[in-house]
């Protein structure tokens, strides 16, 4: 018998099979309303539940309209989402598997995938044999948890030197994400103006010697590929001054981290094997359903002696496996404990499709917003604002306001053909492309375009 709660409802099960089955089938995913759909009235908890059918349904008409789904090729806003099918059907293989990726003694099986995976990542990335970490749930905490590390090593490399004075240098360009782990991490940065949106050697060896107390910078964050404009920072340029410096070298490349799988960056992108934390998200651009961020480090030993959390009752994990082998547990390498076997998807999806159609679907975004440029020079009412860097493009409509361009957004969204949002650049609101999907359109673009007549 046992609890009610714990038994399975094979016809609720059926139609939540046929559910995902429908969902998993559209090809390509629509947009949907997001906020627009504006009926999402709910039903009220009770003490006797609702029969699962109402709840289903309720759902379906109701809540599920009322997103904009991330992985529609036509969603150009911020950084997109595009999941391969088959990274979906094995999240639903974590989902039912009672998975808790913390420890080595309790999901070795889930911990070597996902090493496979990211020693993967890390090779591409020309980091040395030996490097490693942890998927983390985003490149927030994943920032966050690579720049704990490299305060603490600065500030125990350091003699005389107390934690709070300890500062990164970071480009103003750099994601919100990174300043806020300095906030929470309690020090400061040395806010370097870079040139032209791109973080140099020269602007940090510039700042340095403008600065009072240069002595207090402890390492620097370089971005992939920042998410405004895709700009790869000067990373050959700082990773080697950071090596010859005994500075940390943070980089961040959340987004365009997945460069490393594209043939036209490769070089462009080499200097990340100088790094001494490396994150990219899955989530983003390696085709891997929310929530994963690969975080690797060049030596993870150093990471484990800051992250490792001490607790009477979990001295087991720390104690060698029971088969004797090193134990690796991913929690020792973030801010995190219980974990979800995040990484899965994304293995199990780089597993079965292989290398190329990955480096086929990255350099398929780069095309994308290669000819998508060409397309806007070429017409009279819009105009390039700088060439495209990776698989994001900027551009304006001459004569628009901010208006203009919040209208001009919604209203492409409601006819549900495309998701794009305006940024801002240098105090202006422009409209910004961010491909990912390799199955946009060129006829998407040329539409999205001639709306803005
Ligand atoms: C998206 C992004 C982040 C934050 O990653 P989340 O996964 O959203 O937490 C950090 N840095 C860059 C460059 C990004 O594009």
């Known amino acids: 018998m046992g609890d009610p709660m714990f038994q399975l409802d094979t016809e609720l099960a059926q139609q939540i099979f046929d559910y995902c089955r429908e969902r998993l089938s559209e090809n390509p995913v629509p947009l949907d309303l997001g906020s627009m759909a504006n009926d999402t009235t709910v039903i009220p908890i009770t003490s006797e539940g609702h029969a699962p059918q109402t709840i289903l349904q309720h759902f379906r008409e109701h809540m599920a309209p009322a997103v904009i789904s991330i992985d529609s090729p036509g969603f150009l806003a911020f950084i997109p989402n595009a999941p391969t099918k088959n990274s979906l059907l094995f999240d639903m293989v974590v989902a039912c598997s009672g998975l808790n990726g913390t420890s080595w003694l309790e999901s070795q099986g889930v911990v070597v995938a996902e090493n496979q995976a990211l020693e993967f990542i890390a090779e591409r990335a020309g980091m040395p044999q030996g490097s490693g970490g942890a998927f983390v749930s985003g490149g927030s905490i994943g920032n966050l948890s690579g720049l704990t590390v490299g305060r603490d090593v600065g500030v125990a490399r350091r003699p005389g030197l107390e934690r709070h004075q300890a500062r990164f240098a970071i480009s103003a360009d750099a994601h919100s994400s990174v300043g806020r782990a300095l906030h929470v991490l309690g020090i400061g940065a040395l806010l370097v103006e870079p040139d032209d949106h791109r973080f ?109 959390q001490e607790a009477g009752y979990l001295d087991i994990l720390h104690d060698s496996s029971p088969s004797g082998d090193v134990d690796w547990n991913p929690s020792d390498f973030a801010i995190h404990l219980s974990r979800r076997a995040r990484g899965l998807p994304f293995w199990f999806s780089l597993m079965t499709h292989g290398v190329e159609r990955y480096e086929h679907a990255v350099e398929a975004a780069i095309d994308l917003a290669t000819r998508a440029a060409e397309r806007i020079e070429a017409l009279d009412h819009v105009e390039l604002v700088r060439d495209p860097s990776l698989s994001i493009v900027l551009y304006r409509r001459p004569g628009w306001t901010n208006e203009d ?30 491909f990912l999907h390799p199955d946009t359109s060129d006829e998407l673009v040329e539409q999205i375009l001639a709306s803005m007549r």
């Open 405 to 434: 361009y919040t209208e001009w957004s919604h209203q492409l969204l409601r006819d549900q053909v495309a998701f794009v949002t305006p940024t801002k650049w240098e105090g202006e609101t422009i409209a910004r492309l961010a």
């Open 200 to 308: 140099t050697l020269e602007n940090l060896t510039a700042a340095l010697a403008a600065d009072p107390h240069p002595e207090t910078v402890i390492g620097v964050v370089a971005t992939c590929g920042t998410t405004n404009a895709g700009i790869i920072d000067d990373l050959e340029g700082l990773g080697s001054y950071c090596r010859d410096h005994d500075m940390w070298f943070h980089v961040d490349g959340a987004y365009g981290g997945a460069a490393i799988f594209s043939e036209s960056y490769r070089d462009t992108v080499s200097g990340i094997r100088h790094a001494d934390s490396f994150i990219v998200d899955p989530h983003k651009w390696l085709f891997a359903p929310l929530d994963c961020a690969a975080l690797v480090y060049r030596h993870p030993a150093l990471a484990r002696a800051v992250h490792t």
